[in-house]
Nanobody, 124 residues
């Protein structure tokens, strides 16, 4: 089992940047593919970005491609989400998640462990 804890959320103006971190404990992250999802009030949780176990391949939702970047440091058991050019519509609770299968990483059900989430608010 792995425990995930997100940090780095906060309030930022439109056009600004934030970097979220997801620290893991319990097991090494290197055996998991990792993803970031988000959920805005009144909306379903949606896929944002994902990275495979080795870190060689990343995947992004159309809405964030070119603005958000996922990376991982397996030595530190941490995954990062760099968010640039933030927009008010990026406002949501952001969750990191770990997937043993590493397949279909844009699907919620492919993930086995979830963090508690961190709030990101982008003001206009």
């Amino acid at each position: 089992q792995v425990q995930l804890v997100e940090s780095g959320g906060g309030l930022v103006q439109a056009g600004g940047s934030l970097r979220l971190s997801c620290a893991a404990s319990g097991r090494t992250l290197s055996i998991y593919a990792m993803g970031w999802f988000r959920q805005a009030p009144g909306k379903e949780r949606e896929f944002v970005v994902a990275i495979n176990k080795s870190g060689r391949n990343t995947y992004s939702a159309d809405s964030v491609r070119g603005r958000f970047t996922i990376s991982r440091d397996n030595a530190k058991n941490t995954v990062y989400l760099q968010m640039n050019s933030l927009k008010p519509e990026d406002t949501a609770v952001y969750y990191c998640a770990a997937s043993k299968s590493g397949a279909y990483l844009n699907r919620n059900r492919e993930y086995d462990y979830w963090g508690q989430g961190t709030q990101v608010t982008v003001s206009s």
